[in-house]
């Protein structure tokens, strides 16, 4: 298994040197991957903080309970740990927990399954056996184009999703919505907003991994595309990216 | 060896805007040289500015230049904003053939971008000026059928909006040929008064400006071109 990831903050944080408020966990076990990613609000006081608590006690959480994969309760539960965690920063920090709003998206693999959950608007596009981009997760907007829903939020649960079991994926993409134009685009139709991920981008992506991981600096070469004025000019957010090749010898 | 950040697709300014290409075909072959070509570059520039001018335009609007003079050059798709034209020099044939040829490959791959990134679209269009007559192709050849043959497909099938624009010494007579699938009354074959450019420019951002307020498939009414329509029976 091959795994990168990177974050960096976009063309508008880094204008007025503020922090990227997007974050990634990521957690290599025997033979299992656990990851998350959080995209913090730009609205909200102490976001970096909670999407940095988000990702990091979701992971420890899901990475104690391997062992109930694939049944939904360690996703779910993993969801929990760090809406608690989240509300018992905000009682230390004598604030609100909306001041810590954060998206959150995680998911493992393990022995050739993969399963992801999330809310908010961060997603991962899986790249099947056949070549085929599913994306398991449809993330979740909230009543306007540019509002989402928070595992800070008052009635999170009743928006959080879980995916389906995907047997034996090739590679999965994780981002925050900081990559909407750079490896997928949102179209509206027929009332909805329909995500369609640039197929192309995503496999000469896998490709450039799989081929290079070894003789480079691969998480750092993401970091450089992610702050790089090609990315910000299509899309000047912070952006946070996990790349995971599970078996790169059935790649073509 | 190219690096992760050359596997992004390529910059589309303001992605969340339908996107309306224009492909302008210039003539800067010999017969283009000293005034003309001045009058040409100034027109051009002014095109620019009257497109920053307007808010809708400036994001929607996205032109790219084919020249043709002696050799074809394209200069890729951008937006008003980022559209830098060289001061064009005029010289050598007028390889008309190519340039049509080259410009609608132009559209057809930004097209592709578009769709890749779930862009809507207008229909693109085609406007080439021109003071003289095809070198590269001649009625009855090869290139001269693949331009005719092209033309027509693409008006037919509305991928693009063709027009024509002659100033003295151009052959109406080809450039009728080249839109003959268009009817009579209504073929886009105008001659300009002299080489007022400048008019021209204007009348085209203006009206690319109100397809640009447009609602997709909605029928809109444009001012006619500051020229003489021609109409030749072929």
Sequence with gaps: MITAYAMASGRNHLKDNACCQDNIDIRILKDSLVFAIADGAGSAASSLHGSELAVKTFCESLSKSTSLFPDNTCLIAAFDDARKALEKEANKRCCSIKDLHTTLFGGIYLKGNLKCAGIGDSMCFVVEKDGEVLIPVQPTKGEFINETIFITSEYWKDFLKVSDLIENPKSLVACSDGLLNIIYSTVFENGIWKLIPHKDVIENMMDYIAKNHVVIDINKEIADMLRGDRANDLNNDDKALVVAIFNETNRE | ?234
Aim: charged share 25%; hydrophobic share 35%.
């Design chain 2, 1 to 234: 060896m190219a690096g992760l950040n050359d596997l992004l697709p390529s910059d589309i300014r303001y992605p969340q805007e339908m996107k309306c290409p224009v492909c302008l075909l210039l003539d800067v072959s010999s017969s283009m040289s000293g005034e003309p070509v001045r009058l040409l570059n100034q027109g051009v520039s002014e095109l620019k500015k009257e497109l920053l001018n307007d808010n809708q335009a400036k994001k929607t609007v996205e032109i790219c230049v084919v020249t043709f003079g002696g050799s074809v050059k394209p200069y890729p798709f951008c937006t008003p904003e980022n559209f830098n034209p060289p001061t064009y020099t005029a010289g050598g044939g007028t390889p008309m053939g190519e340039a049509i040829l080259q410009g609608l490959d132009l559209i057809e791959k930004r097209k592709e971008q578009y769709k890749a990134q779930g862009i809507h679209k207008y229909r693109p269009w085609v406007v080439i000026m021109t003071d003289g007559a095809p070198t590269d192709m001649s009625e009855g050849d090869t290139t001269w059928a693949q331009v005719v043959n092209k033309l027509e497909e693409y008006e037919e099938n509305k991928k693009i909006i063709a027009w024509t624009f002659g100033v003295p010494g151009a052959d109406f007579d080809a450039l009728n040929k080249l839109l003959s699938h268009q009817e009579l009354d209504k073929r886009r074959v105008y001659e300009l008064e002299g080489y007022d450019f400048k008019a021209l420019f204007k009348w085209l951002s203006d009206s690319i400006a109100v397809v640009s307020r447009s609602k997709e498939g909605e029928k809109i009414k444009i001012d006619a071109p500051p020229a003489k329509q021609i109409e030749l029976e072929v």
